[in-house]
Each structure stands twice: as structure tokens, then as C-alpha cells.
């Protein structure tokens, strides 16, 4: 998600083919829905139940990291807001933020409920990730962090909404690095972010490694090739990037961990706002 999508009201995968599917009852590996459904117990039984999500402004999804499709969820059922970024924690629990709010959400059915507003005065919150304390530590408490689009980075209080600066991405030559669109943090791996640099969010995205004490962004390589990566996903040492197109619709790429490049692996009609997935994320292909 990045401020400047935001500000366009309720915006809203097909690898290199099919559209995005309405639903997922013809999706044989979505074991969880399909569960819910037919009342069968699977989803702690499929062996590698993608637990990365994305949203349009209004629609929860999950990446099946094997086909590489994106499974419609649910709406989030709010009126006159959009749901900007989402985060997971280790125990599943999804929380979302809009302009103004921060919502509980239902990670089954997608849908949205008010826990608090942010007060009216939080700068332009462009990412949100749930961040363990330690990052190397699978107990380790986690706390909420969201990036600025003047790459301030900050702790939000999800009971009352309010904001604490923890520090900022820093400079590079080109100038102040600048949150683009998403934070991600995995237990194990590290903590990962898409980030432009210098005074325009038009140039495209890099991806960055984020110092989990000072909050320092090191861009990695010459960048992605894509801009508007309002959202990112981490599955067995694969990153993904979820690409607002505009007016062309949507992508999903897949982005080099260690060359920051990125190749696109599916398109579709779905405008990406942002993702989110569990902190404790298999790190193993």
C-alpha cells in the first residue's frame, strides 16, 4: 500500500493467463475455505497452507504459493474507508489500518471490525507489519510497526491508536528513503521492505533490508523494475510483491532477495492495497 493509492476511493493474478477467481470452491489445495465449507478439518492438514494474504481496498485474498492465484476471502464490510495494509502476527491474528482506523480482521471471512481510530493526526502510514522484538526468536513478543511516506517508522498501540517513533530508513545518496508501499518481517529471515528514494514516489520500488535496532533501510540492487508495490509477502524463502498497475489492473511479482529484482508471475483486474503474512512464515523451500 502506498498513501498516494489510498487517497483514490475503494481501488481496488493469472500467471501470465487466467483471471482472478471469484472464489474458491473450484481451487482443490484451498483446504481451509473448502474445510469451512464441507465441514472437513484440513486446514491443519494440508501440508503447506499459504498463510500470505493481500487485499484490494475492500477485498481480503490469499496467494496459493503453488499456483501462484490469488483466493478471494471476503469483503471487509466497511462503509467510506479502505483498508490500506494489513499485518499478521505468529498466532494469526490480522489487523488493518485505513486512513483513520485500525480494524480487527477476520482472517476466514474477511470481514472488518473497529477497534480504534488513529487519531486524525498520524503522518501518511504507507506499510504496517506485525515485528517480533527479537527478530531470530519465535517466542518473542510482537509489536504493530507502520512506515511513513517520509520514512519515519513507528509503533502503533492497536487498543488506542497511538503512534511511537521508533526511528526512520535513513538517507542514501539519492536522497531521504521513503516508505513505497509495504514492510514485511519473518522470524528467522529478517525484516524486508519496498521503498523509493530521493523527493518522488513515482520511481520505481526498490527492495530494502531493514535494521531491526536503528530501522536503517539498505536498498538492495538497482531496484525492482516495478513501482506501486503496495504490498509484500514472504513463503519458503520467496518473496512476493503485490503491484498496483492502475488502470491495467494488478500483478504479482516475485523479488530476488538478494538483487532486489523482480519478475512478474501473475496479472490480473485486482488493484493491490497491500498484504500481510504470519511473522512465522516457513523459511525453507
Known amino acids: ?99 483513520d482506523n485500525v480494524y480487527q480482521i477476520n482472517i476466514a471471512t474477511g470481514a472488518a471490525t473497529l477497534l480504534t481510530s488513529l487519531g486524525g493526526s498520524t503522518p501518511n502510514l504507507t506499510s504496517l507489519s506485525f515485528v517480533p522484538m527479537d527478530i531470530n526468536n519465535p517466542d518473542s513478543p510482537e509489536r504493530l510497526v507502520a512506515a511513513t ?33 509495504d514492510i514485511v518481517a519473518i522470524t528467522g529471515v529478517g525484516i524486508f521492505a519496498t521503498v523509493t528514494i530521493g523527493d518522488t514516489l513515482t520511481d520505481p520500488d526498490y527492495l530494502a533490508q531493514i535494521n531491526p535496532t536503528t530501522w536503517s533501510a539498505t536498498p538492495l540492487g538497482v531496484g525492482t523494475g516495478f513501482d506501486r508495490i503496495f504490498g509484500v509477502g514472504f513463503w519458503r524463502g520467496r518473496i512476493y510483491g503485490f503491484v498496483d498497475r492502475q488502470t491495467q489492473g494488478g500483478a504479482i511479482v516475485e523479488i530476488d532477495q538478494n538483487t532486489g529484482a523482480a519478475t512478474i508471475v501473475n496479472m490480473g483486474a485486482v488493484r493491490w492495497y497491500g498484504a500481510g503474512v504470519t511473522t512465522d512464515a516457513p523459511t525453507i523451500d
Do not use: W
Open 1 to 99: 500500500m502506498r498513501f498516494l493509492a489510498c487517497t483514490v476511493l475503494a481501488l481496488a493474478f493469472a500467471a501470465c493467463g487466467p483471471s482472478v477467481s471469484g472464489g474458491d470452491d473450484d481451487d482443490d489445495q484451498d483446504a481451509r475455505v473448502d474445510a469451512a465449507i464441507d465441514g472437513v478439518p484440513s486446514d491443519g492438514d494440508e501440508l503447506d497452507f499459504s498463510r500470505v494474504y493481500a487485499h484490494s481496498g475492500q477485498v481480503l485474498y490469499r496467494l496459493d504459493t503453488t499456483t501462484l492465484m490469488p483466493v478471494e476471502i471476503g469483503p471487509f464490510g466497511i462503509t467510506g474507508q479502505s483498508i490500506t495494509d494489513i499485518a499478521v502476527d505468529k498466532d494469526d491474528r490480522m489487523l488493518g489500518i485505513s486512513l
Open 149 to 181: 511516506d517520509q520514512g519515519t517508522v513507528l509503533e502503533i498501540n492497536p487498543v488506542n491508536g497511538a503512534t511511537t517513533s521508533l526511528g526512520s530508513y535513513g538517507t542514501a545518496a539519492a536522497g531521504t528513503i521513503r516508505s513505497s508501499g
